[in-house]
């Protein structure tokens, strides 16, 4: 089905609607569920804890979603966390850059790539504002992080803009006080915030979104030294190569040098097995290797795990290598040890991390699932048991005191 047909059922069945919308000054970009959805979002959750979570003994946390400047400036976010936007000379109206280009003129051009880039294109492509037909000034970038004061002082922090840095500045004290051993997963499940620029199509693109994050902590000179890689060997990913999207187990993308590490297409062979339960249809996915200038700043190496819809390719997870970028970063601001001994061996633990969106996961999952019933003029949502949110419904056959 497509994204209008989810719509029309997500507010008909209370699954999801826009927040404060009965008055006039809302902004774009906020979303809440209903009852409905709450029920799906828990146990899509119970599902990702089942599959991923537990199954690898990883610890889970809960971080607070205000976290100090220092945090930010270490990470590198207040300095990257940019997207690079363009304004309207004549009606003053802002448009994300790379996603203006590549709606009118089908060019995709990386996020990160120099903002000369974006004016040249716009210039080729003769691309203009779409309110009034105005030219752009050049383009620029806009930090997205939230900037909230603490306090009569008004002490500068931020709301988090990934689940994942209190899992960083955590990890010390994890590891000692639950004993941990290389590779440990964290996870954590809650809300982030970005300042999006143009924030649209409901759930797909949010100010305020559902992560679900694990970052797992390894010693870089074991990744390819993973007994459990055996366990999921055989299991089958489809990765975009080029143009095309080539089936090969996990066992022969490590071979093929595709996938850098046994590490790596362990968790990636996790991933997908977990979205097999989901009910989203995976000859519509894709594992999608990124260029230089499509990672991330703290990527050494990305995947996306990416669904076909109605409305596009969408990225549901983001699977980066961060290798000792963080714990590097806050040891170097904090003063802080991060090193810790693997069996006689001291290391400065890498990262791989899974960075699970749920909203987008849970509207995937409904047009997906989604289908038109034509004899009976009906439209039927075949979710599987363990993610409906309804299991069982008792209805009176007859209306009538006493029975009814």
Request: charged share 30%; with cysteine; proline share 3%.
């Amino acid at each position: 089905m497509n994204y209008e047909s989810v719509m029309k059922l997500a507010l008909e069945r209370a699954f999801y609607f826009p927040s404060c919308e009965v008055y006039g000054d809302a902004q774009a970009g906020f979303w809440e569920y209903g009852p409905t959805g709450v029920s799906v979002k828990n146990k899509f959750l119970e599902l990702w804890r089942r599959e991923l979570v537990r199954r690898d003994r990883m610890l889970e946390i809960d971080g607070s979603q205000i976290m100090s400047k220092s945090v930010f400036e270490a990470s590198g976010h207040l300095g990257n966390f940019a997207d690079p936007i363009i304004k309207c000379k004549k009606c003053g109206l802002t448009f994300r850059a790379d996603k203006l280009i590549s709606e009118i003129a089908n060019v995709e051009i990386p996020e990160s790539a120099d903002l000369e880039d974006f004016d040249k294109m716009i210039q080729e492509k003769n691309i203009v504002c779409t309110k009034c037909k105005g030219e752009f000034d050049s383009a620029k970038k806009f930090n997205m992080m939230f900037r909230v004061g603490i306090g009569p002082e008004d002490v500068e922090a931020y709301l988090r803009p990934e689940t994942c840095q209190s899992i960083f500045v955590d990890f010390p004290r994890l590891f000692k006080t639950m004993r941990g051993k290389l590779p440990l997963g964290i996870a954590q499940v809650g809300k982030s915030f970005r300042n999006e620029i143009a924030p649209r199509q409901s759930l797909l693109r949010l100010r305020e979104f559902y992560q679900a994050e694990i970052e797992v902590f390894c010693n870089p000179g074991k990744l390819n030294d993973l007994e459990k890689f055996s366990e999921i060997e055989n299991t089958t990913l489809r990765i975009q190569i080029s143009d095309d999207i080539q089936v090969m187990t996990c066992k022969e993308a490590v071979d093929k040098g595709i996938i850098p590490n046994k590490f790596v297409a362990y968790y990636l062979g996790l991933l997908t097995e977990f979205y097999e339960k989901t009910g989203i249809d995976m000859e519509k996915s894709r594992f999608r290797k990124l260029g230089e200038k499509e990672k991330a700043f703290y990527a050494d190496v990305a995947f996306d795990f990416e669904v076909n819809t109605t409305i596009g390719w969408l990225e549901l997870v983001a699977c980066n290598y961060r290798s000792d970028y963080d714990l590097s970063s806050h040891a170097k601001k904090s003063k802080e040890k991060f090193e810790v001994m693997d069996n006689d061996e001291k290391v400065l633990p890498h990262v791989f991390e899974i960075s699970m969106g749920i909203d987008r996961s849970l509207y995937t999952i409904l047009e997906h699932s989604l289908r038109e019933d034509k004899e009976n003029e009906r439209m039927v949502l075949s979710i599987k048991p363990y993610l409906a949110p309804t299991h069982v419904g008792v209805l009176s056959l007859v209306k009538k005191d006493g029975l009814a």
